[in-house]
């Protein structure tokens, strides 16, 4: 094979239980070009993460069954290189960075990937000085893997490929969890790495950050198959349909979408309130020492009851935290009120029953090993006395309009990242909480999914009076959908106008 072409995959079908009747790869054959930067899109669950997974050589390895197909790296077969020589060719960053972590530290994780290469350990050193200073990470390079922000491990992730100098980066939804500005930084650095001759492959929902740098956009269909190749800036008009009728974002601003509510008092006031970096801990257990640094100081804010308020700011900047706090998961100073009454003096229970959260990673807050199940689990809690056939039914029919069905028999934790998001927000709005608390609702979702779930969030705000926090980066959502913006700016809650968030 000629040497221009660095990922050729043929007739490649990949299932991941033996017996399984659904492929997830259905006979892919896909050529990118070396030297290229190429971005792949594709509906939730049709095989992209999977497609990555396979073409670096993570399966069948460890799971799951290659029916068939040939898999070659820059005219070499995938079967003829070992780990050593495939790291030094592909390095994959993952959707969860928090998979892809060994060691304790970013300046360790860098170091053991580059002990994994058998490179001169006098020379690790000033490899790992320089990618920190390229990539704006040298003050995260001895802080603890586990107390950094999901923008930050995908920042620490790509910086231990940036070290092991791979001739292509595999890039798993790399920009998902990332504010604006960051995004654009790490697409600036990428771009120079593209200059330096890497060969880029992203996976991505949003074209938008890509328009400038990719030589080529693809859409996928279901089976992991390109559907439409070609698309370019130049040329996207053309294509508007093909993104519609798979379920994809079309790169522009989005239609305003929030809900028609009127004032109806406050959910949730922040009254003074201070919040440090640092590990969960309640009042009581705090100990004199350093103070932490502070994410939020004598923050103000007033969040409407009955309506959908968005919650934007930098990665690492304390969203996530601030939502700890509400849920009486990390410590703070000052006063927070639940509906006009003082949290501190809510027990779990009341504050539990009134309050839900869909955290970052969905995974984490599963409690069954079956998606209807799972579905079934919440409905139970709120309604004890639902008849079991009636729960199943109405569990099959939430999962029918999130387009979960065809995966009601399956483990959550069989789903991609994005299908485990829908299911997890699925599974709160059948809790009938006054309150939801949303961190990053539609990260790694497509385009129907999006819709699904802001829609279904849209509809209970407007006819049960449900009161909506989410987190996000992507500043279109927070315009086209929430009734009040707030963003996280030099550690105050900063109220936004609706032309301020997309200028």
């Known amino acids: 094979m000629p040497e221009q072409t660095a990922l050729r995959m043929r007739d490649v079908v990949f299932r991941y239980l033996e017996k399984g009747r659904r492929s997830i790869l259905d006979h892919v054959d896909l050529d990118i070009a070396a030297g290229t930067v190429t971005v792949l899109m594709g509906a939730g669950g049709c095989g992209k993460s999977t497609l990555a997974a396979v073409a670096a050589g993570l399966y069948p390895e460890n799971g799951g069954v290659l029916q068939c197909g040939t898999i070659e790296w820059f005219g070499r077969s995938l079967t003829d290189l070992d780990p050593q020589q495939r790291a030094g060719l592909v390095g994959m960053l993952f959707q969860n960075p928090d998979l892809q972590f060994c060691m304790d530290t970013l300046r360790g994780e860098m170091r053991f990937c580059m002990e994994n290469l058998r490179l001169d350990p006098r020379a690790m050193d000033e490899r790992i000085r320089q990618a920190a200073e390229d990539l704006g990470l040298a003050g995260l390079l001895d802080q603890p893997l586990h107390t950094l922000s999901g923008g930050e491990k995908q920042k620490a992730a790509l910086a231990c490929l940036y070290v092991m100098e791979c001739r292509c980066l595999l890039l798993d939804e790399s920009l998902a969890n990332l504010d604006r500005d960051a995004a654009a ?40 198959r390109p559907a439409v190749r070609g698309i370019r800036r130049a040329n996207l008009a053309e294509h508007r349909a093909d993104f519609e009728r798979l379920g994809l974002f079309y790169p522009g601003p989005a239609q305003r979408c929030a809900p028609a509510v009127e004032e109806q008092g406050t959910a949730l006031t922040l009254r003074g309130v201070n919040i440090r970096k640092g590990a969960a801990r309640l009042r009581r257990f705090w100990r004199k020492g350093p103070a932490s640094p502070l994410l939020l100081e004598q923050a103000d804010a007033l969040f409407p009851k009955g309506a959908m308020t968005a919650l934007l700011g930098p990665s690492g900047s304390g969203k996530t935290t601030a939502l700890l706090a509400v849920l009486k998961q990390h410590a703070y100073e000052g006063r927070i009120e639940l509906d006009g009454q003082d949290l501190a003096r809510l027990r779990p229970r009341e504050l539990y029953r009134r309050v839900g959260i869909v955290f970052q990673n969905p995974a984490n807050q599963f409690i069954t090993q079956n998606v209807t199940e799972e579905v079934c ?127």
């Open 185 to 224: 930084a790490l697409v600036a650095l990428l771009r120079r790495m593209h200059e330096a001759g890497r060969t880029i492959i992203a996976i991505d929902h949003q074209a938008d950050p890509w328009l400038d740098l990719a030589d080529e956009i693809i859409l996928l269909e279901e089976g992991g």
């Open 377 to 503: 689990a919440s409905l139970r809690v709120w309604d004890p006395a639902l008849p079991e056939e009636d729960c199943r039914a109405r569990a099959e029919q939430l999962l029918a309009e999130y387009g979960l069905e065809r995966y009601r028999k399956y483990s959550p934790y069989m789903l991609s990242q994005g299908q485990q998001r829908c299911l997890a927000v699925l599974s709160v709005l059948c809790g009938g909480q006054d309150l939801l608390l949303l961190d990053e609702p539609t990260y790694g979702q497509d385009a129907r999914s999006v819709q699904a779930i802001m829609r279904q969030l849209r509809d209970k705000v407007e006819q049960e009076g449900l009161s909506v926090i989410f987190i996000t980066h992507d500043r279109a959502l927070a315009a086209a959908w929430a009734n009040r913006v707030y963003t996280l700016r030099d550690r105050k809650l900063v109220s936004l106008r609706p032309e301020e968030v997309c200028p």
